[in-house]
């Protein structure tokens, strides 16, 4: 890096705010793990006291955080070549590197900690987990090395409903799992919808996104062969008896909605119209992630 831009960037980063160090934290990321999260933990059966919850789930938002900061971090290159992702505070200069990881590492370090002290080792474990795979497993590893990336890295997303879970019974049990198995299979359809409406971005950065790698029909493919996975295995509370008759009705229709944005997506092959299409399915997989939890709060707490 020449003289100039290394001025330029230390003049930026001289002017970091709270709301970069936030950015840093992938708010809108950190707010569905910090629901799910919550969903375990007040789905587990026993009791938990509410200031132990609360820092429960504050672990949780600060490990999510933490995980997302390292991959900005790690990532800081690529993103300042992708439209997405360049004006984050690292590409754009607004925080520089060694300040970056430094925050980062430290809140890692902290909510492990306080999970382990004040709730339990083995929901600090979990955490701890979580955090590994996403930075090194997704981020490190799979990444920039195979389109399968999101496959096999989705799976440190499914960690919050297992941690909120093991923070209240201190184990685990079938149900944290196949709410585990929900998210690990939401994760490709959502993720992949993204990237066929920023399949340039992905190329441009040289990251081996499904779309890039196997072509834009293979995606799509893929996309409906994991969406129908997901609405089988979203059934399987009701079928092991977590769930009634609220949760089951309410997962067959999302899951009806989710199966046919995958089909219009399949289906569209106008230019014009193929990004819109993508997208939508994108917006939808959040909120379908989003009610599919909440039914099934809804159904405990309702006992029909």
Known sequence: ????????????????????YISLLKPRVMSLVVFTGLAGLLLAPGHIHPFIAGIAIFCIALGSGASGAINMWYERESDGLMKRTQNRPLPAGRI?????????????????????????????LLLLSAICFYVFIYTVWLKTR???NIVIGGAAGAFPPLIGWAAVTGDLSMMPLLLFLIIFLWTPPH???????????YKNAGIPMLPVVRGVKETKKQIIIYSVLLV?????????HFSGKIYALGAVL????????????????KEETAGKTSIAMFKFSIYY???LFTLLLVDKYAHW
Not at 191 to 201: I, K, M, P, Q, V
Not at 254 to 269: P, R
Request: charged content about 15%; overall charge negative; proline content about 2%.
């Open 146 to 148: 195979t389109p399968q």
């Open 232 to 240: 089988f295995s979203s059934i399987l509370p009701f079928l092991y």
């Open 1 to 20: 890096m020449n003289t100039k831009i290394s001025s330029i960037i230390h003049h930026q980063s001289s002017t970091s705010t709270i709301r970069d």
């Open 96 to 124: 520089d590197a060694d300040s970056a990881i430094e925050f980062a590492v430290i809140l890692a370090g902290v909510s492990v900690f306080i999970m382990a002290v004040a709730v339990n080792y083995l929901a600090a």
């Open 191 to 201: 993720f992949w919808a993204l990237a066929l409406y920023r399949s340039d971005d």
């Open 254 to 269: 999302l899951g009806a909605k989710f199966l046919q944005h995958s089909l219009l997506v399949y289906k569209d092959n």
């Open 289 to 291: 992630l989003f009610l």
